[in-house]
């Protein structure tokens, strides 16, 4: 599902990608949920659609992309500082 802010692939994901960036504050809605963005998103860029535990997988195409190497609040930023591969 999609908004003019941004894309939020499957269903299943845990991530959205900004499709402009996005500043600490704003509100995003993706159907019916609606949240606020806890820092700065730099277009293109993924943040956290809901609490992501440190340890748990990060979901982006409906498959896990890496796991959070640290709790990742709902709105916050989600890139490399905050997730480990999972790739050999």
């Known amino acids: ?42 277009r293109y860029h993924k943040f956290s659609l809901r609490d992501i535990r440190q340890g748990e997988k990060v979901i982006k195409y409906g498959e896990s992309i890496g796991e959070a190497a640290e709790d990742i609040a709902s709105g916050g930023y989600v890139h490399v500082h905050n997730v480990k591969s999972l790739r050999g």
């Open 1 to 42: 599902m999609a908004s003019r802010d941004a894309l939020k692939i499957s269903e299943r994901d845990s991530v959205a990608v900004a499709l402009k960036p996005l500043k600490k504050g704003d509100s995003v809605a993706l159907g019916s949920l609606v949240l606020e963005i806890r820092e700065d998103i730099p």
